[in-house]
């Protein structure tokens, strides 16, 4: 059975303190790795896929990197606007198997 | 460009009710349409995914049920509501095969009494 673990739960950061969200996976026929980003409230929006492991992809202050068990979500300098909750989720053929989330807070 | 909506963003119903959830999908056509559930504290849980009109696979034994009348029409429904199926319900859909990336609706909150 597919599984995702996301750690940790809950991270606060001061605005500037750069940290890194983990996404460990156990997943047959791995075909990518997706990152959303959820908002209170809304529907998590797409940040990025990644589809073999060494790959990297960045966007603004955001990092993600993939290994064959894990990826990682680096929030270089963050903002008060970097806070939400960040989910990962392995795709399996059809279906992405998505994990509980990092909720990120980040104060001025 | 593409939308997608979803509707009501907000329901609050009594143990036993019936429900119905609406997506909408604009700007594409035929589309992989998915019905997810956000419960507090943790991932999303796929509950049923088409790949076209009448398509319906289910991923969990449930007391839900959906439906594809049209080729960018999912619909989520139940005949009678328990307690368990409080929680945020969000549609989504995706181009070709596999997931791909998916888009997200806004989410309809259901709480169930």
């Known amino acids: 059975e597919d599984q995702v673990t996301q750690s940790p739960e809950a991270l606060r950061l001061q605005e500037g303190e750069s940290s890194s969200l983990n996404c460990s996976y156990t997943?047959?026929?791995?075909?990518?790795l997706f990152w959303y980003r959820q908002d209170p409230g809304k529907g998590p929006e797409f940040l990025f896929t990644?589809?073999?492991a060494g790959e990297e992809k960045e966007k603004e202050r955001l990092k993600a990197t993939l290994t064959k068990k894990e990826s990682f979500l680096h929030i270089t300098a963050p903002k008060p606007e970097d806070s939400a909750t960040y989910l990962c989720a392995p795709l399996n053929d059809y279906k992405l198997s998505f994990g509980a989330g990092t909720t990120v807070t980040v104060r001025a | 460009s593409q939308t997608i909506h979803q509707w009501p963003a907000t329901l609050v119903q009594p143990v036993g009710s019936p429900l119905s959830l609406e997506c909408t999908v604009e700007g594409t056509s035929n589309p992989n349409l998915y019905w997810y559930r956000q419960a507090a504290g943790r991932g999303l849980q796929l509950l049923f995914y088409?790949?076209?009109?009448?398509?319906i696979s289910s991923e969990v034994p449930q007391n839900l049920s959906a439906s594809r009348p049209q080729d960018r029409q999912f619909i989520l429904s139940s005949k009678k509501l328990l307690l368990s199926d409080s929680g945020f319900y969000l549609c989504a859909w995706g181009q070709g095969p596999g997931a791909n990336v998916l888009t997200f609706g806004a989410g309809s909150r259901l709480t169930v009494l």
């Open positions: 997943v047959s026929g791995l075909r990518g």
């Open positions: 990644l589809y073999s």
């Open positions: 088409s790949v076209g009109i009448g398509q």
